[in-house]
């Protein structure tokens, strides 16, 4: 009899959000039997905040994402509205591709990947226990009281455990607008000895595209050279829409602060913690007093559809109080909100808890992505999805389990983090949390990743050739710029007085790639072989910045040779700390809340002193 007549399966990944779609698509590609459980199978892939991927250090996981063979990458490609390039004028380390997408596009676009997907069951369902046998995985139940047999279970529930939402001071059970709360589960595992903790969240509301003055406002277009995601070809060239700008002022303000009193946040209803990087605007106001106005973006949800979203306008405060608000920001005189702004306070799992494969450290073959782990956004859950997928297959066969570093990769520095810091607020990726921002920058996360991607079984042969053919033009444009020299010429100076100081001798190419004023676009002025050469943009970019910054990333390769140092100092599984001598009682707690592997890991972690590291390295020597 067919498994999944017997409600037999290898893996069960709980939640259809942006972790659950990675985690299922990789963990059936890798040949797993998957039953994706969901509390909405209309809501697969959903962006209940802001229809958008991508933005500064998020563009960089979405980039390793596709470079593992994850789809994040393909299905933004695949279902923009509008691509830009942000800090294009800033250092290759910040700058960052954002796509706005159409919202319901892009959730079926990732439903047909997944329905196409063969190992793949759909069910829409809540599942309230798991089960269990020596502390290990065996099963799970839904609320109906039916059982299933698996080997690993894969918990991305996002908003939904005991999910309650806010809008003023009335209170609804649910972990998105629309949806209901996921009841039991929480339970289960606070009952299995799992720590949870409550975290807050937030969004704007929805306002109708025609009760809206564009006039008033400053428009935001889309970049004229596409930039994409997927490092796969025959990427779409899509029509863009514009998004637009306007700001807060004093009545605003003034509004706000008025209305204070009716905010569950400030009258102590919620008492999750919000994400500091993405405050409400009462939060932006309070704390941001002396600032007479804030940006306001005003982006589509669709082509079809006349539903805008306010960024930048997240509030709780209640549905009368946000009509007033919105409609003293210019150009939204007018403004008919669809849908209300809300908080929603939800449980999540302190991953500190977990393993850096994101299993549990507790019950084996238990995995834990997305925003259950403490994260907010999008990308940061896909990025996790895609690992705890990988490492579900990975346990089932017994494998050595797919760990990343912090010098390998954002979404290794942000499971770094997130399992050695005792986060207390939702996480959210920022090139300041990478030490090596520089090495890992979006333009290489294809050279960097693909080979492990095409190792673990998510890259095929056919795009992994391809991978290595534009290393070697890479390589091969690298050696020619820096044997190629160019001569003081009357007409080769006329050109650099455009940009840069004139040469009064022969140059190599790869020496005047490294002024600052230099690109490589200026070489088509230059250089008639270059105007020959068949380079696509991606390939000259990246030349480009391995030139321009070679000094810069020299150095951080130096970093993290010190660092892989730290790493080989591997720390006993059973060790007690309580034991060690010469250590805080602060320390020793730490480290035995956190049990770090490495004396790397054990450096990082937050209120650890470079003191204790040095007495752990002579206690492990001896």
């Keep these: 009899m067919l498994d999944y007549l017997k409600n037999k399966f290898d893996v069960i990944v709980v939640g259809a959000g942006h972790a659950g779609c990675e985690a299922a698509i990789s963990a059936a590609r890798l040949g797993c039997k998957v039953l994706l459980c969901t509390l909405n199978l209309d809501n697969i892939a959903l962006q209940p905040c802001n229809p958008a991927i991508g933005g500064p250090a998020k563009s960089t996981l979405v980039r390793e994402i ?29 700058r960052a591709l954002r796509a706005q997408s159409d919202k319901k596009e892009y959730s079926q676009y990732m439903r047909n990947i997944i329905e196409s997907t063969p190992n793949i069951w759909l069910k829409q369902c809540c599942i309230t226990e798991l089960r269990t046998k020596d502390r290990r995985i065996i099963g799970a139940m839904d609320e109906y009281g039916i059982e299933y047999s698996c080997n690993s279970i894969i918990l991305t529930t996002g908003t939904s455990l005991e999910g309650k939402m806010y809008v003023g001071l009335q209170a609804y059970s649910g972990g998105r607008l629309g949806e209901r709360a996921a ?38 277009p889309g970049d004229e050279k596409l930039s994409f995601y997927s490092f796969k070809p025959n990427r779409p060239v899509r029509s863009q829409v514009p ?75 209640p549905a009368c ?57 999008y990308e940061e859950a896909a990025a996790q999805g895609l690992i705890a997928g990988i490492n579900s297959v990975k346990y089932m066969n017994s494998s050595d389990m ?64 391809r991978f290595k053919e534009k290393q070697e033009n890479i390589q091969k444009e690298i050696t020619r710029l820096s044997e190629t020299k160019i001569s003081a010429t009357e007409e080769v100076n006329a050109v650099l007085a455009k940009y840069s ?35 696509s943009e991606d390939i000259a970019g990246e030349v480009e910045v391995l030139i321009k910054y070679d000094g810069y990333i020299k150095r951080q390769e130096t970093q993290v040779e010190t660092s892989e140092k730290l790493e080989k100092y591997r720390i006993p599984a059973d060790l007690d700390y309580s034991t ?43």
């Design 243 to 317: 998004c637009y700008l306007t700001r807060t002022n004093e009545d605003t303000h003034k509004i706000i602060r008025e209305n204070l009193d009716k905010s569950p946040m400030y009258q102590g209803l919620i008492q999750g913690v919000g994400p500091r990087y993405c405050p409400s605007i009462e939060d932006k106001i309070v704390r941001f007093a002396s600032n007479p106005s804030h940006h306001i973006f005003i982006e589509p949800e669709g082509l079809n559809t006349y539903e805008v979203y306010i960024q930048g306008f997240s509030t709780s405060l």
């Design 402 to 465: 797919l760990e990343l570093s912090r010098s390998s990769s954002y979404i290794g520095t942000l499971i770094d983090d997130l399992v050695t810091k005792d986060i207390q607020e939702p996480y959210r990726m920022l090139t300041s949390r990478s030490e090596y921002r520089l090495l890992l920058r979006q333009d290489n996360a294809d050279a960097r990743l693909t080979s492990i991607g095409h190792d673990i079984g998510l890259i095929d042969d056919t795009q992994y050739s």
């Design 321 to 377: 109080v946000q009509v007033e608000m919105l409609r003293s920001l210019p150009g939204l005189e007018n403004a008919h909100i669809i849908k209300p702004a809300y908080a929603v306070e939800y449980d999540s799992v302190p991953a500190i808890q977990t393993t850096h494969s994101l299993m549990s450290k507790d019950i084996k073959g238990l995995f834990f992505a997305g925003q259950i782990n403490g994260t907010s956004g």
């Design 501 to 535: 100081e004139h040469i009064d001798r022969g140059i190599r190419l790869a020496e005047l790639l490294k002024r600052p004023n230099i690109t490589y676009d200026i070489f088509r002025e230059l250089d008639l072989e270059t105007k020959n050469l068949n380079l």
């Design 66 to 94: 596709d470079a593992l063979g994850g789809v994040m990458g393909e299905v933004a490609d695949a279902t923009y509205i509008q691509m830009k390039t942000l800090n294009s004028s800033k250092g290759p380390a910040v």
């Design 580 to 622: 060690l001598k010469h250590i805080s009682t602060e320390t020793r707690e730490k480290l035995e809340k956190v049990r770090p592997t490495n004396l790397a890991q054990a450096s990082r972690i937050g209120g650890v002193k470079p003191a204790d590291i040095s007495v752990l390295m002579v206690m492990l020597k001896s």
């Design 183 to 220: 009841i039991g589960l929480s339970q289960w595992l606070r009952d299995n000895g799992i720590h949870t903790k409550k975290l807050k969240t937030g969004t704007p509301a929805r306002v109708d595209k025609r009760t809206i003055d564009y006039s008033k406002m400053t428009v935001q």
